[in-house]
């Protein structure tokens, strides 16, 4: 333990090529800083998980739900990180230790998100997955685990340059296929986001860039404040910019090839981290010139096969998604409220698909919110 936090290790099982994993850090005694549970007792209870959990094939979950699910987050140290989680969403990171992300919703072999109140309070997002499926997630597709990682992330200082493997290179690279999505939450004056190229170019005049050192001068670079948003197709050459703040919703995958890392030094060991050139070059789609953010279409943001974003201004009472049909919903700004569970900026919370009061309601004057769902 770690002032408070649990210390556990990301690198079984991991899609990523030989890289060095950071310490995983998750919230085990700062539930008073999450979703506030109106109403409900927290301290002195039991963390224990009910035996009868265990039995949720056979019995019916529908009439135990009675709220939304929250999740105890995983703080994710990072060289690039800091401490704007906390500065910004008041989420109590471990001290001295620069968080890059939040871990807010995951089923992972090596992550787990934890309920962290109601009936369900204990249980793995996994077990909710294979257990309690229908009640919780509804009629979605197959899948071995739950197919959305959602987190925050705070680029301090910028990422390395790095592409996600489209699916028809994933499985034989070894990896896995990841489409994502960001959303900024905040933005220092001049930040930027680095989305494809700035001009086309050949698969081996890039790989005599990267030899050189040159590669940032091939790629395309936007300038973006808070609220802009960008859709990332797998395939797609990017990198986050120092000084972003940064709601991220992506497929369930964890396999990121670096192409250039800015010549920096991992200060843990004193020499570059590892680099994934030839794998990369695999992946990356050299016809992607300039593509442009996110332009919204009345509150739809993005909508694919893996998943839809909504950003709403809610202004009154509102069903989160109609009765059968699960929504993870996180606030951007004011405050917001189902049944007894609040929101605050930078906190989440499922809605079950079988919740019979669905209903998100205002607390606070220009309340804000990403809605997240899975087509059906």
């Known amino acids: 333990m770690l002032g408070g936090h649990q210390i556990c290790r990301a690198d079984k099982n991991h899609a990523e090529p030989n890289q060095q994993r950071q310490p995983v850090f998750q919230e085990a005694a700062h539930f008073d800083c999450r979703a506030s549970v109106r109403g409900a007792k927290i301290d002195g209870v039991s963390q224990k998980r009910p035996t009868n959990l265990l039995k949720s094939k056979t ?25 704007r989680i906390e500065t910004e969403f008041g ?3 471990p001290p001295n230790v620069k968080i890059g992300e939040s871990w807010e919703v995951v089923d992972r072999p090596e992550a787990q998100s934890i309920v962290a109140n109601g009936p369900l309070k204990g249980k793995t997002l996994h077990e909710l997955w294979t257990q309690d499926r229908q009640s919780i997630f509804g009629n979605v597709a197959e899948a071995p685990r739950f197919p959305l990682l959602i987190k925050l992330l705070d680029a301090h200082e910028k990422l390395s340059l790095q592409v996600h493997p489209p699916e028809q290179f994933a499985g034989k690279l070894g990896g896995e296929p990841k489409t994502e999505f960001w959303y900024v939450a905040a933005a220092d004056p001049g930040a930027e ?15 005599s860039a990267l030899r050189e050192g040159t590669a940032a001068d091939y790629v395309h670079k936007i300038s973006v404040k808070p609220g802009d948003a960008a859709f990332l197709p797998a395939g797609r050459l990017h990198a986050v910019g120092a000084g972003n703040l940064l709601i991220e ?16 030094t991992d200060p843990a060991t004193g020499r ?20 442009e953010l996110i332009e919204p279409k009345g509150k739809l943001l993005i909508r694919n096969k893996l998943f839809e974003i909504q950003k709403w201004n809610l202004g009154s009472p509102r069903e989160s998604t109609p009765l059968g049909q699960f929504a993870i919903v996180c606030c951007l700004t004011g405050q917001l409220a189902c049944v007894n569970v609040d929101l605050a900026p930078g906190e989440f919370f499922l809605v079950p698909a079988q919740l019979q009061d669905r209903q998100l309601k205002p607390l606070a004057a ?7 769902t899975i087509p059906l």
């Open 249 to 264: 919703i992506q497929q369930n995958s964890d396999t990121t090839y670096r192409v250039f890392d800015w010549n920096r």
């Open 272 to 291: 570059p981290r590892e680099l994934h050139i030839e794998q990369a070059l695999q992946c990356i789609d050299f016809d992607d010139v300039r593509p």
């Open 91 to 93: 989420k109590k990171l």
């Open 193 to 207: 986001l680095v989305l494809g190229f700035r001009e086309p170019i050949k698969r081996d005049q890039f790989e």
């Open 366 to 372: 220009r309340t804000t919110l990403l809605r997240v």
């Open 59 to 83: 019995r019916n979950l529908n009439s135990e739900i009675k709220s939304p699910l929250t999740f105890r987050p995983i703080f994710m140290e990072r060289i690039w990180g800091a401490r």
